[in-house]
């Protein structure tokens, strides 16, 4: 009977050990937009993350398109970007495995307290951008295909405008380093919410135009397909991905920012659909 208890437990601890097993591939890397790093909120989200669970996490910011482009060459695991209509294409081309609503905030014109385009008076983004050029005053666009700049390129499109004038200067770098160009040379500039606020100290910038339908900014996570690339780390992405829909990390998003900002930063999703947020 003794020795009949004994192998049982050793059964049990065996089965426990295997169910708390490490996984074969404990390195993720995440391929992310520069407004989640610039923010702050990864500093929060990664080493959480990490501490709850058995891999160690990569981070590498580049511009959504500069992500999705990590995805399709297999040099990424898992992505959280801003970038929905391209997001949609990796995942038609199948590249993309998985897709989850993470969060949303919204998009900003920021520009010089002077305001020499004029743009300080409610009016649209578009209409916005169109005084902009017609003033031929100084923008820093990003400049780098991210979704950031996608977005900006959508709203110049929309009121048939080409930016092409000497003071339109292209940044090529991330969304920190375009306000800090913008602010010194007294330029307007697009930027996310989150990262103009973690920023704001710094800068010689206000927001001049918010709240349009087409400053929405929206992110998701999605997975590599592993059906694709084979080293992809399809398990650990999509342990990321459910840590990030989790009740805890949405409630930890929904307070990101309260304590410093006097408002978030983020808004969580995981309980809506994209239809839900108009896209």
């Known amino acids: 009977m003794k020795k009949t208890l004994i192998l049982t437990l050793l059964l049990s601890l065996a089965l426990s050990a295997c169910g708390n097993a490490a996984p074969a591939n404990t390195t993720l890397i995440l391929a992310t937009t520069t407004s989640t790093q610039d923010s702050g909120l990864l500093d929060l989200l990664v080493p959480l993350f990490e501490e709850q669970s058995s891999y160690t996490v990569q981070t ?10 990590m995805a399709e060459e297999g040099n990424a695991d898992v992505l959280l970007v801003h970038a929905p209509a391209a997001e949609i294409q990796l995942m038609d081309t199948g590249f993309g495995k998985d897709r989850f609503l993470i969060m949303h905030n919204d998009f900003v014109i920021v520009g010089p307290v002077n305001d020499p385009a004029a743009i300080r008076s409610g009016i649209s983004a578009g209409e916005a951008l169109n005084s902009i050029a017609s003033a031929q005053a100084a923008f820093a666009s990003r400049g780098d295909d991210s979704g950031t700049h996608k977005k900006e390129r959508a709203i110049w499109a929309s009121v048939d405008l080409t930016p092409d004038w000497e003071d339109y200067i292209e940044s090529g770098q991330g969304m920190g380093a375009t306000l800090i160009i913008a602010s010194e040379k007294e330029a307007y500039t697009m930027t996310d919410r989150a990262t103009y606020l973690a920023n704001q100290e710094n800068l010689d ?26 080293n992809a780390n399809y398990e650990g992405a999509l342990a ?3 840590f990030m829909v989790s009740d805890e990390i949405q409630a ?18 995981a309980d809506k659909t994209d239809a839900d947020l108009g896209l």
Do not use: C, R
């Open 252 to 269: 930890l998003i929904k307070e990101f920012g309260i304590d410093k900002f006097g408002q978030p930063l983020f808004f969580p999703d």
């Open 240 to 242: 990321f991905a459910e």
């Open 60 to 69: 590498i910011a580049v511009g959504t398109g500069a992500a999705l482009k």
């Open 205 to 230: 910038l206000e927001i001049l135009v918010e709240g349009d339908e087409i400053l929405l900014n929206v992110y998701h996570v999605m997975t590599v397909n592993p059906e694709k690339w084979e």
